[in-house]
């Protein structure tokens, strides 16, 4: 059936930062071609961008398409053009069609195509393309043209670990590196439109390197010569791609923030090995050490799996012992998922959820705890504040540390300023902060 090609867009992000830096360039792709961003409710196409990592993903995405086509039905309006794009879609797609006859899916590696895929879903036929090229989808996108004071910069995507557990590698492809000028420029365009503070992402980040063997601490000591650029993190790294340039540049470059999320998952070993890790918990918390060494503050996070198949209530207990040996700042922990195709969905000794449910009861007040400790050790200190959007109350702004602690203050500061605050207050969410002065933009 022809249907009308779509004026207005919306584009509803699922999942991790790299969902919402796709998210973005979709939008800008959109953009560009004439369409208008509108809420999803009113939008003639909607993008649902997924995320396959965890829980029933494919479910919900069903359930929100059919959300989507109810709500109009009741305001009799025709349906809206439905577009499932990530890592449902490239997991997914073919059952995606078939089930929820929705118009166009597209893959995370071929969103550069979804302005071609909206005209053809327009001219009758459903239109799909999860293909993984070798060539880079990035070059195909517009440039960036207007950004909020914090930035994300997709400048690697794609694992070849092959944790047993996780779905990645299957949905996101082989490691891939963007090229460093590509990034540099990408950068300075950011800082253009109003960038301050930029995250280079990937699923390895730390795994970034270039045909000239340049890795991403080259990369980061490029972009700290950026004028105008403040703050510069990366996110995600794994632990075997810590490289001793990375942590020497965590000492000496003054825009590279006191901050690293490195996940590990679990602390015995048993698990790790069950995962394919690839890293010890004694190699992990060694690395940590040399870290300490040249950034004694710097401040760390992690992602934390319970109830891996096989985690017995002697493994779950070196998982807590690891997180109060290391004082995380903060960290994200889920219950364990299995994902279709992995090796450890087909594992014996799956865990009861009821078991799960309680480790991560258990990890979680540890892990509440410690980033209530870390916030409470802040009082008292004087640090820099990257405002990033208006708080919840009135005359309220809310900035970020060096440390990546919510910062709320009450004086008059300005979004993308960067404000020296002491923090006089803290709860384990975020802190309070009383502006000293204002340095120069
Ligand atoms: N089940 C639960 N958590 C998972 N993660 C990845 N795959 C799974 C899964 N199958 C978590 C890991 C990873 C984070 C992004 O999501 O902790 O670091
Ligand atoms: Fe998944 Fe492991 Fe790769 Fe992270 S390192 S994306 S957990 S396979």
Known sequence: MVKPTPKTFAVKSFGCQMNVYDGE???E???GQGMTAVDAADADLVVLNTCHIREKATEKVFSDIGRLRKDRRVRALDAPMIAVAGCVAQAEGEEIVRRAKVDVVVGPQAYHNLPALVSAA?????ALDTDMPLASKFGALPARRRVGPTAFLTVQEGCDKFCTYCVVPYTRGAEVSRPFAAIVDEAKALVDAG????TLLGQNVNAWEDADGRGLHDLIRALDRIPGLARIRYTTSHPNDMKQGLIDAHGDVESLMPFLHLPVQAGSDRVLKAMNRSHSRDSYLRLLDRIRVVRPDIALSGDFIVGFPGESEADFAETLSLVDTVGYAQAFSFKYSPRPGTPAADMGDQIAPAVMDERLQRLQAALNRDQHAFNRASIGKTC????E???KNAGQMLGKSPWLQSVLVEDDVALGDIVTLQLTDAGPNSLVGRALFATAA
Do not use: K, Q
């Not at 327009?122 to 459903?126: D, E, F, N, S, V």
């Not at 820099?384 to 405002?387: C, P, S, T, Y």
């Open 122 to 126: 327009a001219a009758g036929a459903p």
């Open 195 to 198: 960038a301050r503070e930029i």
């Open 29 to 31: 792709l959109m953009a």
């Open 389 to 391: 959007r208006r708080g």
């Open 384 to 387: 820099a504040v990257l405002i």
């Open 25 to 27: 360039r979709m939008a």
